[in-house]
């Protein structure tokens, strides 16, 4: 299984190897899940529905202020949608 992220230590600062493509993955089956489409779920959360078919296929990363936008047009939190993703990681 692919990690979405990956942490670790170096020089006393954390980082985070992060894989788009499992955090797509997430975004495309929640969508999918709640029986709404890429157009649909765009205009709920105020982003292109290009963009969110690149973020859903991982040939972009994200950023912060999109995927918050779209966890709440989902009915997610954040932290729920990032929980999502780092039980992939398992």
């Known amino acids: ?3 979405a992220c990956a942490y670790h ?4 600062v954390f980082h985070v190897n ?3 493509k499992v955090t797509g ?16 779920l765009s205009g709920l959360a105020g982003v292109a529905r290009s963009h969110l078919a690149m ?11 999109t995927l918050w936008r779209i966890s709440e047009a989902l009915g997610l ?3 729920e949608l990032i929980r999502m993703v780092e039980d992939r990681m398992k």
């Open 9 to 12: 230590e170096e020089k006393g």
């Open 55 to 65: 973020i859903e296929s991982g040939t972009v990363q994200a950023n912060v202020d």
């Open 25 to 40: 993955r997430v975004i495309s089956e929640l969508r999918r899940e709640k029986g709404v489409t890429q157009e649909v």
């Open 77 to 79: 939190r954040l932290s």
């Open 1 to 3: 299984m692919v990690k």
């Open 18 to 20: 992060y894989d788009e």
